[in-house]
């Protein structure tokens, strides 16, 4: 099982960055893939972003231009860099991982993203 910690969420005005970090342990982080999703208050949880093994990525249509996903193998450590940020991007981000075409089963414990307008 892995084991996944975030940091890095905040509060910021709008068209602020924040960068989110998601540590893994356990399991060879090497060969998952990872996600970031999200959750706003009274919403269902939504996929943010997803950077396979392989370093291949995607992106949400919402995110797209802004966001950008990275991972450092060497520091079992994936990233999310996030540009011009919107009020609507307010909610808790969610690191997840996956390896091959299992679901997302391992999770980390969320960290809060507050935009303000």
């Known amino acids: 099982q892995v084991r996944l910690v975030e940091s890095g969420g905040g509060s910021v005005q709008a068209g602020g960055s924040l960068r989110l970090s998601c540590t893994a342990s356990?399991?060879?982080?090497?060969?998952?893939?990872m996600a970031w999703f999200r959750q706003a208050p009274g919403k269902e949880r939504e996929s943010v972003s997803i950077?396979?093994?392989?370093?291949?990525?995607s992106y949400a249509d919402p995110v797209k231009g802004r966001f950008t996903v990275s991972r450092d193998n060497t520091k079992n450590t994936v990233y999310l860099q996030m540009n011009s940020l919107k009020p609507e991007d307010t909610a808790v981000y969610y690191c997840?991982?996956?390896?091959?075409?299992?679901?997302?089963?391992?999770w980390g414990q969320g960290t809060q993203v507050t935009v303000s307008s």
């Open positions: 997840a991982a996956k390896i091959g075409i299992t679901n997302f089963g391992s």
């Open positions: 950077i396979s093994w392989t370093g291949a990525t």
């Open positions: 356990g399991g060879t982080f090497s060969k998952n893939t």
